[in-house]
């Protein structure tokens, strides 16, 4: 079993900066892959990063240069960071935390909403 929680969303203004944490708690098994979405309101849920249990990150075009993944491990317990630079009215969305194993497990949390005031 598997637990993702994420926190630090809120209101920001245009070209501030936030830091998403997500704790991923419990049974995280390896190959896996962590990744941040979003979803607009009316609109699909997109990836917006991912980070690989190797290291390997990845970003959608639209945050590319601007938000950066990492993560931080410990024992049973691997804490993943999305830091957004430069944000945009069109950022506004709520962003959930991914997990993803090749074992099948796909584990979502609740979401935490950024909001970026023009």
């Known amino acids: 079993q598997v637990q993702v929680v994420e926190s630090g969303g809120g209101l920001v203004q245009a070209g501030g900066s936030l830091r998403l944490s997500c704790a991923v708690s419990g049974s995280i098994f390896s190959p896996n892959v962590m990744g941040w979405y979003r979803q607009a309101p009316g609109k699909q849920r997109e990836l917006v990063a991912g980070i690989t249990s190797g290291g390997r990150t990845n970003y959608a075009d639209f945050v590319k240069g601007r938000f950066t993944i990492s993560k931080d491990n410990a024992k049973n317990t691997v804490t993943v960071y999305l830091q957004m630079n430069s944000l945009k009215p069109e950022d506004t969305a709520v962003y959930y935390c991914?997990?993803?194993?090749?074992?099948?497990?796909?584990?979502w949390g609740k979401g935490t909403l950024v909001t970026v005031s023009s």
């Open positions: 991914n997990l993803m194993t090749t074992g099948g497990m796909n584990a």
